[in-house]
């Protein structure tokens, strides 16, 4: 795969990843959005917090400032700030997404090879959105979970529901 189609095949998957988790997260209520299974677990509001959060500091000036913004306070991402809302989560999520899309976006071939620095260290853009994929993966993967367990039977499948799929 050339470095063009790579961009390209990038996009997609992440666009697959939001489109997934999205439809997920609309399975659960209000209530459960919020809800955490145990006194240590994540909501999946806190997780799309930092999703966000990560998002914005990470791909905002991506190719010429650190990927971990000195304004950003990590450990709020983990925490329920007063009057928050699922709208306002929804809007941060969007803000993310929106911020790191258009940076996927902007980015050239020869910009895979170029060097940028996460947290001090220094990665190539190809391993920088590597990171960032498996990273959002991740807690993606644990949202749709969570909205899973919170929808109970009235989950609808984001896939072949079992049972649906060929015969092996």
Not at 66 to 89: L, Q, W
Not at 110 to 120: K, S
């Amino acid at each position: 795969m050339d470095d063009a189609a790579y961009l390209a095949h990038a996009v997609r998957q992440f666009e697959s990843i939001r489109r997934r988790t999205e439809k997920a997260l609309a399975q659960a209520d209000d209530a459960r959005f919020f809800a955490r299974i145990d006194a240590e677990a994540n909501s999946v509001a806190l997780l799309a917090k930092h999703v966000a959060g990560n998002m914005i500091s990470r791909w905002t000036d991506f190719l010429t400032t650190d990927g971990e913004k000195p304004d950003r306070d990590r450990d709020a991402e983990f925490e329920e700030a007063p009057g928050e809302t699922r709208a306002s989560v929804m809007a941060r999520w969007d803000r993310g997404w929106t911020t790191f899309l258009a940076t996927l976006r902007s980015l050239d071939p020869g910009d895979l090879a170029r060097t940028v620095t996460i947290r001090g260290e220094p990665h190539t853009v190809f391993e920088a959105i590597e990171r960032q994929k498996e990273h959002y993966a991740y807690h993606c993967g644990q949202m749709v979970l969570l909205a899973k367990h919170a929808a109970g039977p009235g989950w609808t499948s984001l896939s072949i529901p079992r049972r649906r799929g060929p015969k092996a």
